[in-house]
C-alpha cells in the first residue's frame, strides 16, 4: 500500500510541475515564426507576396510584408497570438500610387502554425475604407 501511495503521490509532483506552453514558447501549437506566402484579396483584386512573422514569449507578433503583384505594397504587422487566433494591424506603402494606410485583421491559426487566414479591414489614404480577406500560408523550406 505504501508504495502504491508513493508512486501516486511522485505522479502527481511531477504533473503539478510539467509546464505548458504559452504563446511564443517552443511547443506552443500556434506561433507564427518564419516566411510566409501572403495573398490579400480586397474589391476583386488579388495581392500577392511574403511575409516575415515571428512571435515572442507572451504572444506579441511582429513583422513586415512585401506586396510584389499587382503592385508593390510594403508594410509591418503587429499583433498577439490569443489561443489560436491572431489578431493583427499593420501600416503600409505603396510607392507608385502615393498612398499609404493602416490594415487590421483577425484570423483562426492553423495547428503548427502553417497558416492564418481571415478578414481585413484596410483603411487608405487614396481609397477610403476597404474590406476584404487575407491568407498567410507557411512558404515550404528549401
Known amino acids: 500500500m505504501r508504495n502504491g501511495l508513493t508512486a501516486v503521490l511522485a505522479f502527481a509532483a511531477l504533473?503539478?510541475?510539467?509546464?505548458?506552453?504559452?504563446?511564443?514558447?517552443?511547443?506552443?501549437?500556434?506561433?507564427?515564426?518564419?516566411?510566409?506566402?501572403?495573398?490579400?484579396s480586397v474589391e476583386g483584386e488579388s495581392y500577392r507576396g511574403t511575409?516575415?512573422?515571428?512571435?515572442?514569449?507572451?504572444?506579441?507578433?511582429?513583422?513586415?510584408?512585401r506586396l510584389s503583384s499587382p503592385m508593390t505594397v510594403r508594410g509591418d504587422l503587429e499583433g498577439t497570438v490569443s489561443n489560436d487566433t491572431l489578431n493583427w494591424t499593420g501600416d503600409y506603402t505603396m510607392p507608385s500610387q502615393g498612398c499609404?494606410?493602416?490594415?487590421?485583421?483577425?484570423g483562426p491559426i492553423s495547428e503548427g502554425g502553417t497558416s492564418v487566414s481571415g478578414r481585413v479591414r484596410?483603411?487608405?489614404?487614396?481609397?477610403?475604407r476597404l474590406s476584404g480577406r487575407f491568407s498567410f500560408n507557411k512558404s515550404e523550406q528549401t
Not at 509546464?19 to 517552443?26: A, K, Q, S
Not at 499609404?100 to 483577425?106: A, D, F, I, P, V
Not at 484596410?122 to 477610403?128: A, K, N, R, T, V
Open 122 to 128: 484596410i483603411d487608405d489614404s487614396c481609397f477610403g
Open 100 to 106: 499609404s494606410g493602416m490594415t487590421r485583421g483577425s
Open 51 to 65: 511575409a516575415d512573422l515571428s512571435t515572442a514569449v507572451g504572444g506579441a507578433v511582429t513583422g513586415e510584408f
Open 15 to 40: 504533473f503539478a510541475c510539467a509546464h505548458v506552453p504559452v504563446p511564443g514558447e517552443p511547443g506552443y501549437p500556434y506561433n507564427l515564426d518564419g516566411t510566409y506566402r501572403v495573398r490579400f
